[in-house]
DNA sequence: TACAATGTTTTAAG
DNA sequence: CCTTAAAACATTGT
């Protein structure tokens, strides 16, 4: 579920947290997102000190500690940050739980796609400083949207924006977004988009950022109706800006809404529908 | 029931 | 070595 602008929202709402002595650390130490880290390592570390700032990058989180110990939380698929109230009895998905205060910070996530990492030590761990530019920063500069064109150029346009190391952030609907506001088609090999596209695209992908953030990363409001985003999952949707009907196909591996009516592909590439379960041929 | 779900990682293939 | 596509991961909801 989570992008770049829900991951924002979820990252404040631990902030009440912050500075607040953690008591006690619960966790499920065989649940998946620990993914080979100590879970306890984590929970004895974590006990007595006091989260002091949280940052993102992209989808990723990173909580600092006072005691110089860093707590990194990827939502996954179906991961979220949740505050409850002391008293109340852990969820079944409640794979990492801070009691800080009248404060309980909890890490929730059926689908255990997320992960949680904890790294001790007076710097940042390795890797969150070898992130990637976020797409808002200045370093993410049109020369660098051009090379990840070149470097995937076979490969789809909604593909490519889904590439964390060149677009962090940048998830299922915001592809759709960027690329329906930019008048790009998804099934576009990125190699084909043009110059002139190329600085379309670059500066759609930084206003909807802007916007995301804005509306969904303060409050989680609604967009306006003016977005795709409202129109995208429902059976019959139309364009908001033509009228015409939206289209949905598995484009680079997930589902992908466009207008065919302001996204065209031109000539030679079309887009291939998903061979008919033309049967297993066994290898041999 | 079977399939899809706002995400990565692994595996296979070219 | 590189890129691309598909499967896998685990659970829930339609």
Request: net charge positive; proline share 8%.
């Amino acid at each position: 579920m989570p992008e770049l602008a829900e991951v924002e929202y979820y990252r404040k709402r631990w902030d009440c947290g912050l500075g607040v002595p953690i008591e006690d650390v619960r966790v499920r130490p065989e649940a998946r997102i620990y993914r080979g880290a100590s879970p306890h390592v984590l929970a004895r570390q974590l006990t007595g000190d006091r989260l002091k700032q949280s940052l993102r990058h992209g989808k990723q989180m990173l909580f600092r500690t006072a005691g110089g110990g860093w707590l990194g939380i990827h939502l996954g698929m179906s991961g979220e940050l949740v505050l409850a109230s002391a008293g109340e009895p852990p969820g079944r998905h409640d794979h990492l739980v801070l009691q800080a205060g009248r404060h309980r910070l909890i890490f929730r996530d059926p689908r255990m796609f997320g992960r949680v990492r904890w790294h001790a030590g007076p710097d940042t761990p390795p890797w969150w400083s070898q992130l990637p530019p976020e797409v808002l920063e200045d370093a993410f500069t049109a020369a660098r949207l051009r090379a990840a064109l070149r470097r995937h150029a076979r490969a789809p346009l909604k593909a490519v924006l889904l590439r964390q190391e060149h677009f962090p952030g940048i998830g299922n609907w915001m592809a759709d977004e960027i690329l329906w506001r930019a008048a790009l088609h998804p099934a576009l090999p990125a190699g084909r988009v043009s110059d002139e596209e190329t600085g379309r695209l670059w500066k759609t992908i930084r206003t909807v950022a802007r916007d995301a953030l804005r509306v969904i990363g303060t409050d989680w409001g609604t967009p306006p109706d003016s977005w795709l985003f409202n129109h995208r999952w429902t059976d019959g949707g139309r364009c908001p800006k033509t009228g015409a009907p939206l289209q949905r196909a598995a484009i680079g591996g997930r589902t992908t809404c466009w207008s065919p009516a302001r996204q065209t592909l031109p000539g030679a590439a079309r887009v291939r529908k998903r061979p008919a379960s033309a049967g297993k041929q066994g290898a041999g």
